[in-house]
């Protein structure tokens, strides 16, 4: 499975920001597609996340301004980012893993979105 992120950029505080990740390859082997996010001098962080059947997860730090979705028969998954803050400034990632017991994990290259006050 390859992960193609994009969308990043500059933005002020309270814009809004979409995030795209294609996926390509063995996409049927696909449990779980979501976004991670990397904070300079921070620790990756999960932000939010889609099963195949559509069930999301998303961080208390962006429920209700962010939302996660899927297009294209499961292959194009979007985060929208609404409202967003200085501290939403980070690397964002996005991640795919794989069904069975021993899920293999996939993920793009990041996109940095940086939001000025």
């Known amino acids: 499975v390859q992960l193609q992120a994009s969308g990043g950029g500059l933005v002020q505080a309270g814009d809004s920001l979409r995030l795209s990740c294609a996926a390509s390859?063995?996409?049927?082997?696909?449990?779980?597609m979501g976004w991670y996010r990397q904070a300079p001098g921070k620790q990756r962080e999960l932000v939010t996340s889609?099963?195949?059947?559509?069930?999301?997860n998303y961080a208390d730090s962006v429920k209700g301004r962010f939302t996660i979705s899927r297009a294209n028969a499961g292959k194009t998954v979007y985060l929208q980012m609404n409202s967003l803050q200085p501290e939403d400034t980070a690397v964002y990632y996005c991640?795919?893993?794989?069904?069975?017991?021993?899920?293999?994990?996939?993920w793009g290259q990041g996109t940095l979105v940086t939001v000025s006050s």
């Open positions: 991640n795919a893993k794989s069904r069975g017991t021993l899920p293999a994990q996939y």
């Open positions: 390859g063995n996409i049927f082997s696909i449990a779980v």
């Open positions: 889609i099963t195949s059947g559509g069930s999301t």
